[in-house]
Each structure stands twice: as C-alpha cells, then as structure tokens.
Nanobody, 127 residues
Framework: QGQLVESGGGLVQAGGSLRLTCAGSGPDFRNYIMGWFRQGPGKEREFMAAHIWGLGTTYYSDPVKGRFAISRDDAKSTVYLQMNSLKPEDTAVYYC????????????????????WGQGTQVTVSS
C-alpha cells in the first residue's frame, strides 16, 4: 500500500499562481504514472495533467494546457502542479493520483479505478 499527500492549495485572485505538491510514500513511484485531477462544485472529477516516468512525457487537458505545468522528482516520490493565470473556473478540489497499471488513455477517459489517490486540496480562485 502507498499514500499520497497533497499540499499547496489555498485562495488566490484571478490571474494569480499556485503550486501544488503531492508527496508519495510506499511503493517505488518510478514505475508509476503520476498526475492530477480536480472536482469543481457540482461537477464530475476530471483529468488535469499526468507525467509518465522514464519518458518524461506530460499530458494536459485542454482547459489547463499552456497555463499549468506538471513536474516530478522521482528521488522524492513527489509530483508538482504549477498553476498560472488562474481563473475562477479553476476553483475545485485538486487530487493527486498514481498508478502503474493503466495507460494515459484511461487517465484521460475515466480514471476512477486508479490505484492511489490523495485526500485532495482546495483551490479557490476569486474574481
């Protein structure tokens, strides 16, 4: 079993920036895809970004492409989400996830059964 713990959420004005951190413990995350989802008020959980170990390949959803950047430090089993040019519609609970079984298509499609999830961190963007 492993654990993911997010931090870095908070309240920010539109146009501002935040950096989320997800610290993993337990398994060797170097074999995992690690990424971020979010769930806004009254909305389904949606895929935001993912980072594939080894290749260093990153994927983003269209709403955040060009504004958010995912990175990871495998030595620390940590993944980051730098969020810039934040908008009120980015307000959500942001969740970190990690899994070694599914490809990126699953992450972008459904993602419900990914192996590890963090507890979530609230991001609120005021207008």
């Amino acid at each position: 079993q492993g654990q993911l713990v997010e931090s870095g959420g908070g309240l920010v004005q539109a146009g501002g920036s935040l950096r989320l951190t997800c610290a993993g413990s337990g398994p060797d995350f170097r074999n995992y895809i690690m990424g971020w989802f979010r769930q806004g008020p009254g909305k389904e959980r949606e895929f935001m970004a993912a980072h594939i170990w080894g290749l260093g390949t990153t994927y983003y959803s269209d709403p955040v492409k060009g504004r958010f950047a995912i990175s990871r430090d495998d030595a620390k089993s940590t993944v980051y989400l730098q969020m810039n040019s934040l908008k009120p519609e980015d307000t959500a609970v942001y969740y970190c996830a990690a899994d070694y079984r599914y490809g990126i298509s699953y992450w972008r499609g459904e993602g419900r059964n990914l192996g590890l999830w963090g507890q979530g961190t609230q991001v609120t963007v005021s207008s």
